[in-house]
């Protein structure tokens, strides 16, 4: 596992920028004036500005659909893959998919557009504002069933927006997920987005140093590096967005700023 990242992104230690779609079809905020003709230019900028600042991969994900919820419509899946297809021929590095809360679309997404990787709630059990939410133990068998082995699990532990019902410490939550296979990576979340959460790597790396960690929320340029000292790389999304807002466009300058603190951490 140690050189999972070498042989995915190229580096020891990626920095992967977020790509959120605007409200999807189906959604109670699509804006249906604008169609998914403009969610697909937004999200096109966005993977360009995110592109050029430097960042070793791109994450997908319907950010715009909350409240978010487990079962997915078919309207969001085929509008995902319809825009990441475009998109794609403008993202000049690897790529990974995640629709909040359905493990099984996004994997569906990432084997009809060449996506190496799904983020996803692969296991565990959460109550927050979709309810009820937990992983999918079919999740492996679908994987499977499409051909899709070659598409990695970076494995949500905890999830965000909810609080776990499984008491049990993180360290061990991370172990049992890869005992199963259900984890060719951890990200490690705080509450929501942008919201960083302190003790989890170090448990993490402490217990299993092997296991493969990203910082999943709460990544800026003033901690990065302190970050990767305790972390395998990170996903960014809030910190690049202008003024740090999460519905906002990338910035460029927010990119190229937390990518140059990124590579004196390395």
């Known amino acids: 596992m140690a050189n999972l990242f070498v042989e995915m992104f190229g580096v020891q230690k990626p920095i ?4 959120h779609f605007k409200p999807l079809p189906g959604n109670p905020h699509y804006d249906e004036k604008e169609g998914v003709e403009r969610i697909s230019e937004s999200l096109l900028y966005d993977v360009q500005r995110l592109c050029e600042g430097g960042v070793d991969g791109i994450l997908f994900c319907n950010e715009g659909d909350y409240p978010y919820q487990m079962k997915i419509g078919f309207e969001v899946v085929a509008a995902m893959a319809s825009v990441i297809e475009r998109v794609k021929r403008e993202t000049k590095v690897p790529f990974g998919v995640d629709v909040m809360w359905n493990p099984k679309a996004a994997l569906a997404i990432a084997k009809a557009t060449g996506a190496i990787f799904v983020r996803g709630l692969f296991t565990g059990c959460y109550a927050g504002d979709a309810g009820i939410i937990s992983g999918d133990p079919d999740t492996l068998r679908y994987r499977k069933q499409i051909d899709a082995q ?73 901690n990065v590096r302190g970050k990767l000292q305790v972390t395998d790389g990170a996903v960014v999304g809030t910190y690049f967005k202008v003024d740090g807002d999460p519905w906002n466009p990338v910035d460029p300058e927010r990119v190229k700023k937390l990518l140059r603190e990124a590579k004196r951490g390395k």
């Open 16 to 19: 992967i920028g977020m790509a």
């Open 150 to 222: 070659h598409v990695k699990l970076f494995n949500l532990i905890p999830a965000e927006f909810a609080a776990p019902l499984d008491t049990r410490p993180i360290e061990l939550k991370v172990k049992t997920a890869v005992f199963v296979g259900a984890a060719d990576a951890v990200c490690i979340s705080g509450p929501m987005t942008g919201m960083e959460n302190v003790e989890g790597f170090a448990k993490v790396k402490g217990y299993l140093p092997d296991v493969p960690i990203l910082a999943n929320t709460g990544v800026t340029a003033e």
